[in-house]
């Protein structure tokens, strides 16, 4: 596993305790603004996580398919995903 996948891994389960916190937040009916925050805390790590897959894919993937003159639709997809990304 790349240095990039370990870093966004690592990000992607403390979210998965976050959201099993939130979980029990709602179920104990806890204050909404509480809620919100650490449901804004996850979606920051999530967004943490998903350029840190884009990093090691463009470090990777991409930059082998520019060496191998086969760069399109590599470059391609990351368009795609950035386009999803500032929406």
């Known amino acids: 596993m790349t240095e990039h996948k ?15 916190a939130i ?8 204050y909404c603004v509480d809620i919100s925050t650490q449901i804004l805390s996850c979606i920051g790590q999530l967004k943490k996580a998903n ?6 894919h463009l470090r990777t993937c991409v930059k082998h398919a520019i060496e191998n003159d086969n760069a399109d639709e590599k470059i391609e997809e990351v368009i795609n995903i950035i386009d999803k990304y500032i929406k």
């Open 51 to 56: 350029i840190d897959i884009l990093n090691g």
């Open 6 to 20: 370990q870093k966004a891994l690592k990000k992607i389960k403390t979210v998965r305790g976050q959201l099993d």
């Open 23 to 30: 979980v029990n937040m709602i179920e104990e009916d806890r």
